[in-house]
Every structure is written in structure tokens, then in C-alpha cells.
């Protein structure tokens, strides 16, 4: 659920006016899935989230705890020290406590100098990339997580896009990646597990992105925010030798395998000098994350929880997907998902396309993720994407089962 639903959205290149001349501030459209939960609210009268709706479009796992899976802390001990300014860098109880959850898991080199926090992950993405150097490009799948273009756009960020879709079902080679593109050097952007597709990149494709991102000329930025929905749970981390001799940056979140968004907590792992660099501009720019929800991340990543957690959410998420896709293929969608995340990435016939799927969907309270959305193009009707829709199991019910699969056929069948 985003409270933010009930928010007013801009329309790109709009002008407001303030009395006889124009507003302050340049207009800016809201990401993707924003414009569909205000259009989503407009035609069923009440915000997607609350009772009655069926929140398929929205990016958030269940909040409650699953089959198999720990409890989540009701209350967290706040002091007297919680109420001062936080460090820039984070608290240090939590970016060991981070540190320490990768090494134990994934054999990382790294420790709590490695580690700063962040209110949710887009932040720590966005203040990578608000640092890069003059010379340094993104290199960036066609089909991702759909505010990374509007972050690189918002930043004036230049870059190059590698194709994905249907000819290399939405999985680009890692050459796509390395290629020479137009910039001096590449940081290579991805999310992995990949949102809107699942595609994961494990084992000894992982090792290859990682080796490639490890040469002088190209760095990776890599969006781990699903992780944990993958059997087993795959990190970048496992990969890495010594990050301070390379420019990787790992970001990850409380937001899904911790079933936690609302805290808003992220992190990223990089180099000590890069870690440096993104604490000096929270000295300034950022004050620091809060210290309730800083500890309350540390309830959530206590080791014998984590342990829990990590067999919890593969297997739970796992049968999601599986009976989900079932399911869809059975209505005649073509899937083109992969076995990570919580979404299935399907493909509708010709004679729909997303955004009349969600015209019919939206009387009913339910709302899907359009394609075109993800596109990083950004060609609306025009694009190759508009019949592909991303459809989130992440906040459903076990329960919901029948009644998803009954409005989705019948919204098909119209």
C-alpha cells in the first residue's frame, strides 16, 4: 500500500503559475506506477490498498508474517540517545550488524566501513549516481525497475540502452553490457532479481557480471532489493574479492525480504573511499536516516531471525509464483518470468494491450503494472512493451488465490 495514492499528480511539461508568473519549481511527472494508482483512484473512487482492492500493480511484499516465517517486531526500545541527530554514515550497531549478515552468507571481505544507510534503497541509488565523475555513462537494460529512468533523466545522467525483450527473453548478455557505448568509462545499472521480470543473474553468470564490473573502465551498480526471493538468496557480495579495488556498489533494503517498507531503510556497500564520499554528503545533504527506524533494522537482521527469514521467504514466495503461473499460462498469457522477485512478467494477445486491461480491471478494484512502464524508451503506446504487464503476488494472501485468478479471466474475457 503507498499512502502517496491519494496525492496529485503533474502532468510532464505542465506549467504551473504563480500569481502573474511561473512557479519556482520545474514540473516533474510521477514515476509509472504512481500514474496508474491515481488513475486507479479516479475510476474506483478510493485509494488501491484499501479494503476491496486488489493491489497487483504495487511493488511490497506481505507485512504480516508468512508460513514459516519469524514474527516481526511489535515495538522497538527507543532512548534518550535514539532522539539525537544520527551519524551521517548510519548507526554503527546496524552497518556491523549489515557487514556481518553478508560475510556470514556470503563469504564477503567487507566490514562496517564498507556499509552506509539510507532511507529505503532509491536513495542510496540516486546519491550513487548523483556522484559519478565527468566521463562515466550508464549502461542500462531496456526493460527495468521503472524509476531508474527517471532518476537518470532527473540527474541529466547519460546513457546508453541494451536490449531486453523477447529475442533474448529479457536477459541481455553480459557483453550487451560491456560493449563500447558512447561514454569514457560504464557503470553498468541493474536490478537482480530484475524488477518488473524476476530474471536472476546466479552462479556463474553473477561471477561474469562481477569480474566485468571489476576492470578499470567499468563499474556496476547493482539493486538487490529482492534477494531474498530467490532459491537460495543470491548477492553480488559472493562474488566480490575486494570491493575497495573496484567500483561496485551493492545496495540493499529492509523494504521486501524484511517485510519491512514502511521503515524506510537501505544501505549500500561499496569501496571505503566511495562510503566516504556518500557519509560527507549526508553531513550535508541528508542529516543522516532515523534512529527509531535504524533500530528497529537491527531487530529485523538479529542472526537467528535471518536464518529464519531466508528459508521463509524463498519457499513461501516460491509457491506463489509457481501456482500464479500456473494458473496464468492456463488463461492463455505468455510468461516471460524468471525464478526470482514477486512478480510474473506476462505477455497478453495482440488484440489487448495493458492499459485496456487496467480499464477493465479498475471498476473491479484491481489494477495491473503496464509494460510500457518498464520501458526505459519510454514510447507509451508506441512501445514494444505495451501488451506485457507486470502482475505483483507480493502483498497477496495465500487466501486471495481464487478470487485474483477469477477477476483477471474475467477481465480477460470482456
Known sequence: MTDESSAISVSPGSESTLGSGPAFLKPTPPMGIYQTLYAFQSAFGQPMGESGTHPWSQGFPLTVPIPGGPELPSSVDVSSQDLRYPKAWGLPALRERIASYYCEHYGASIDADNVMIFAGGRPALLSVLLFLQEGVGVKIASTEYTPYFDILERL????????????????????????????????????????????????????????????????????????????????????????????????????????????????????????????????FGMGGVSHPSQCYALELLAPARVEQVRKSIPAFYGQQRQRYGEAFEKMGLRLFTGDGGFYHWCQLPDDINAAELNSRLFPQGAAILRGSDCDMRRLDHKSPLRHFFRFSFGPLAPESFEEDIEILARALQM
Open 156 to 283: 541529466s545522467i547519460p546513457y546508453d540502452l541494451v536490449d531486453s525483450d523477447i529475442e533474448n527473453r529479457f536477459c541481455p548478455s553480459i557483453e550487451d553490457y560491456t560493449s563500447p557505448g558512447s561514454h569514457q568509462r560504464t557503470l553498468m545499472l541493474l536490478s537482480n532479481p530484475c524488477n518488473p521480470t524476476g530474471i536472476t543473474r546466479s552462479g556463474a553468470d553473477l561471477d561474469a557480471l562481477v569480474a566485468a564490473a571489476s576492470t578499470p573502465s567499468c563499474g556496476l551498480l547493482i539493486d538487490e532489493a529482492y534477494e531474498m526471493f530467490h532459491q537460495p538468496p543470491v548477492s553480488a557480495l559472493a562474488h566480490i574479492d575486494d570491493i575497495d579495488q573496484t567500483n561496485i556498489f551493492v545496495v540493499g533494503a529492509a523494504t521486501k525480504g524484511l517485510q519491512s517498507p514502511g521503515i524506510r531503510i537501505g544501505w549500500a556497500i561499496a569501496a571505503k573511499h566511495h562510503i566516504e564520499v556518500l557519509g560527507n554528503f549526508s553531513s
